[in-house]
């Protein structure tokens, strides 16, 4: 799993400073990739060259403390540096895709600018506000990465993050190791180690307003993609998007679980570009 080759590009917002990319045809439509929390923007490196070859402009970041990016000890809006990545490129319009917290952070940029986006596409992800019990034996798995961060043991955490989100769930059941491709659980696994490291600043990130109750503001088309082995949490996040956002399209990924963009690539870009072909073009 190796990044890109297009340049990194600095984007300075109040008290960080992001890293981003930006690919494909300047004179495509936009499409922005925000990524999950236990990796970085090469998470959705995969992804780009499906959405780039069918001519989208595609733009991504790392978010604060994330990857390549820096964050001094401030307090700041995740989805407001979502739009501020947007107001750097000059994009007036884009698509949005948000994978787990990412998901959580394109929401709630949708509901606070709906005149900035044509397209909602939310992958396995987060809504703010939205919370229900996990299984016992998720519970279980989620309870020791916690312990093992509190003793200091990071190894033993981005292991458990990988079992958690990587590994997948079937019937309550933790699946093995070897389910995924090593190459693809291995990338996952060291991302999330670097962001467990001592040192790292985030930010103080304000939580918005809860989503939860303003989904049926939600106008612009809308993908929800899911991985049948993800948690039981995010499966029924996924069902709540699909039931509460008027034609919501629900996409089911049987062999995925959470970084659905790193085991089903070219199948979720597939899902992307039928929700965004028959769109006019924006910029």
Known sequence: MTEGTSPTIWIDVAGGRLAAQDEGPRDGSPVLLVHSAIVNRQSWDPVVPHLTGAGYRVIRYDMRGFGDSTSEKVEFVAHQDLLAVLDFFGVRRA??????MGGHFAID?????PDRFTAL???GGGINGFDRDVLPSEDELFEAEGAAEEAGDWDLAAELDTRIWVDGWLD???????RVDPAVREAIKAWDRELLEPGREFGDRIKAAPAIDRLDQIQVPTLVA??????TGTRAAADVLAEKIAGARLVHFPKAAHIIGMEAPAELAAAMLDLLAPLPRWS
């Open 95 to 100: 698509a949005v895709a948000g994978n787990s």
């Open 109 to 113: 940029a949708v509901l606070a600018a």
């Open 121 to 123: 596409m939310w992958v």
């Open 172 to 178: 309550g059941v933790n699946q093995p190791a070897t």
């Open 226 to 231: 899911i991985g049948d082995i993800d948690t």
